[in-house]
Nanobody
Framework: QVQLVDSGGGLVQAGGSLRLSCAASGRTFSTYAIGWFRQAPGKEREFVAAISASGGYTYYADSVKGRFTISRDNAKNTVYLQTNSLKPEDTAVYYC?????????????????WGQGTQVTVSS
């Protein structure tokens, strides 16, 4: 069982940055791949980034590649999403999720545990 708590969202101007955090409970955190997803009003949840259990492999949606960076600190049971050069279209609720597998995946259905979400709002 893994419990996830998302934090770090807020209101920022276009071009700004935020660092989102996903703190996990449980002694087996280092065996889970972690993903970040987001959902904007009226839209479906979409994949943003994912990282393997070891942290050695990362994947990004084309829309955030080069602007967002996912990382993890298994000693602190925490995953981070550094978001730079934010755009108004990045506005959404961001969720982290844990998948019981070592390899990262972009598929929402592979993730068993989800955080409560953190709101990111980018003003133009």
């Amino acid at each position: 069982q893994v419990q996830l708590v998302d934090s770090g969202g807020g209101l920022v101007q276009a071009g700004g940055s935020l660092r989102l955090s996903c703190a996990a409970s449980g002694r087996t955190f280092s065996t889970y791949a972690i993903g970040w997803f987001r959902q904007a009003p009226g839209k479906e949840r979409e994949f943003v980034a994912a990282i393997s259990a070891s942290g050695g492999y990362t994947y990004y949606a084309d829309s955030v590649k080069g602007r967002f960076t996912i990382s993890r600190d298994n000693a602190k049971n925490t995953v981070y999403l550094q978001t730079n050069s934010l755009k108004p279209e990045d506005t959404a609720v961001y969720y982290c999720a844990a998948a019981p597998r070592r390899s990262a995946t972009t598929t929402p259905g592979a993730y068993s545990y989800w955080g409560q979400g953190t709101q990111v709002t980018v003003s133009s």
